[in-house]
């Protein structure tokens, strides 16, 4: 079965650093863009960081520029999310998704497989 597990979740405080996966199966990260959004509580999912399927794109939110790193290793079928200087604001569920697609795109509507989560706290 095709899906995304991620890990690498957990609390940490404000300043601190955490290192994200997102497992994919084979199919799913043949010439995929891939991403990672989040989702705080009360509030809609939104974006933070998508890479394509050579690694060689990269976009970023505004409001982790500069301290979030997407990366990918494609022959282990994996993706990262390597957060620094985190700050409360950061808090929320991250997932992972596939767009099977080249293009980058920011919207949850262009991707169309989600992993079940993990969940990231930054304490202040």
């Known amino acids: 079965q095709v899906q995304l597990v991620e890990s690498g979740g957990g609390l940490v405080q404000a300043g601190g650093s955490l290192r994200l996966s997102c497992a994919a199966s084979g199919r799913t990260f043949s010439r995929n863009v891939m991403g990672w959004f989040r989702q705080a509580p009360g509030k809609e999912r939104e974006f933070v960081a998508a890479?394509?399927?050579?690694?060689?794109?990269?976009r970023y939110a505004d409001s982790v520029k500069g301290r979030f790193t997407i990366s990918r290793d494609n022959a282990n079928y994996t993706v990262y999310l390597q957060m620094n200087s985190l700050k409360s604001e950061d808090t929320g569920v991250y997932y992972c998704?596939?767009?099977?697609?080249?293009?980058?795109?920011?919207?949850?509507?262009?991707?169309?497989?989600w992993g079940q989560g993990t969940q990231v706290t930054v304490s202040s």
């Open positions: 890479i394509s399927w050579s690694g060689s794109i990269t």
């Open positions: 998704a596939a767009r099977p697609r080249e293009t980058l795109r920011t919207s949850t509507a262009d991707y169309d497989l």
